[in-house]
């Protein structure tokens, strides 16, 4: 198991009580120090992993009760090293969770039905896996926080990898892009604002339930479901003109006036407060784009594309003079890959219709106007893009593939570090493992000591 799928399997531990078989008889299987891994703890994390198609390289009752006694491990030395996480970190990392079980598996009823215990037992058992799964990271990035990598261990490190052991370097594309928002008219947002203040004049004058107004009209659709919730959230979290208003909200309740971001319109309530977090709710609502609108604003790209082709403006003058993209507008229209953070994208990793355009262009070619949804808006953009660069699928080699490279020697050389840290903490450790599991093989030979 290399070091990524480690620390992923036990960032992943959260045994949140997901109903064992009813005739498994529970009991002690492992103790690692003053700490004991329960036979229904192994149980749960094996029904969980199945729901999320989770394959095991071997037996899961083997790997996962190993994976269990590492974070034991990281969460004894942190309390030596006197590591702590902030309630106001796990409370985000609750809401995002739950959040995503909600719209897994689709409602309230069904999650409480799953997990077989309340929405609020669920948050409550959350609370506890969260906070030990976020300490176990600090101490595994403390372990691997000085490594270092020079040109010369890169090299060394290339060097010795066998011919088939070379990785494939998948075809990578870069992609400029220019994004054009329409134009809508001022009697169309004035209507959008209008049916948001009566709303909130609604819930403020106690007529109606906010929670209520938010399933059946708001259109987030992440948090339509769930009543408009947003959980728990710092400033940084959101952009600025939702923050700025939903941390000016004092009385729990209370609906603000409405507010004007990317996104859309909306009004929010504040539900509670705690330090420097708040808890609230908000109603999103968009302007609606007629077919006019919409053409005229392909038809004003496709002009801005023209001038491109024709030469009188390059693509990234362009993207500097026209986009609405504040990501890209700066760079050029240059897309950036948030997967890995460099402006290369395999094709998979672009949007879908992006990849769909640009995988009929040529290098320099600038598409024809098309529309897309912008995931992350919750809406549709209106773009054109142009094909910067491609590279075909190869091995890696030094001159094209440095970083690359670095990244693989990095993993090695940080796997190296917190296996060396496992194994001399396994040593330095009262271990116990029931009989009737030792007939495994573990990846650390270890844990079965002489007795």
């Known amino acids: 198991m290399n070091l990524k799928h480690k620390l992923l399997g036990l960032l992943c531990m959260a045994t949140l009580g997901v109903s064992a078989q009813s005739n498994m008889v529970d009991g002690v299987v492992w103790i690692v120090g003053d700490n004991a891994i329960m036979r229904s703890e192994v149980e749960e994390q094996r029904v969980r992993a199945q729901f999320e198609g989770t394959r095991y390289s071997g037996d899961p009752y083997c790997i996962i009760p190993e994976q269990l006694a590492i974070q034991k491990l990281f969460l004894h030395q942190a309390m030596l090293d006197s590591i702590v996480v902030s309630d106001g970190q796990v409370e985000s990392q609750v809401a995002m969770r739950v959040n995503y079980f909600l719209s897994e598996i689709g409602s309230k009823e069904k999650v409480e039905e799953y997990f077989g215990k309340p929405l609020s037992q669920l948050r409550e058992d959350l609370r506890d896996v969260v906070r030990d799964q976020m300490i176990a990271q600090q101490i595994q990035s403390k372990l691997v926080g000085n490594i270092t990598v020079t040109p010369a261990d890169v090299r060394k490190y290339f060097s010795r990898l066998p011919q088939d052991s070379v990785p494939m370097v998948p075809a990578t594309v870069e992609v400029e892009i220019i994004t054009m928002d329409p134009i809508i008219p001022v009697e169309e947002r004035e209507a959008v604002k209008n049916r948001l203040r009566e709303m909130a004049d609604r819930v403020n004058s106690g007529k109606t339930d906010f929670t209520m107004l ?182 890696a080699n030094m001159n094209d593939d440095y970083q690359l490279l670095k990244q693989y020697c990095e993993s090695e050389k940080s796997e190296e570090a917190v296996n060396k840290w496992i194994d001399e903490k396994i040593q330095d450790t009262y271990i116990y493992i029931d009989p009737e599991w030792r007939n495994c093989t573990y990846e650390h030979r270890g844990w079965l000591k002489e007795e």
């Not at 948090?223 to 909200?249: E, H, I, K, T, Y």
């Not at 507010?259 to 504040?270: C, D, K, P, R």
């Not at 094709?347 to 769909?356: F, N, T, Y």
């Open 214 to 395: 938010a399933r059946l009209y708001s259109e987030d659709e992440a948090s339509a479901s769930q009543g408009g919730d947003l959980g728990f959230f710092g400033r940084g979290m959101m952009v600025a003109p939702f923050s700025n208003v939903a941390f000016a909200l004092s009385e729990p309740g209370k609906v603000s006036r409405v507010v004007e971001t990317e996104f859309g319109y909306h009004i929010i309530q504040l539900v509670e407060r705690r330090g420097d977090r708040v808890h609230a709710r908000h109603i999103l609502l968009r302007p609606k784009v007629s077919f006019e609108i919409k053409r005229n604003t392909l038809e004003k790209l496709d002009s801005v594309a023209n001038i491109v082709r024709t030469g009188k403006m390059t693509f990234e003058e362009a993207a500097a003079m026209f986009s609405a993209d504040k990501n890209t507008r700066m760079n050029g229209g240059l897309m950036a890959n948030e997967n890995n953070g460099s402006t290369k994208f395999e094709m998979k990793d672009l949007p879908q219709e992006v990849a769909k355009n640009i995988n009929k262009m040529k290098v320099g070619e600038v598409s024809e106007p098309f529309t897309m949804m912008d995931t992350k808006l919750g809406r549709e953009v209106y773009v054109v893009v142009k094909l910067k660069q491609k590279k075909e699928a190869h091995k």
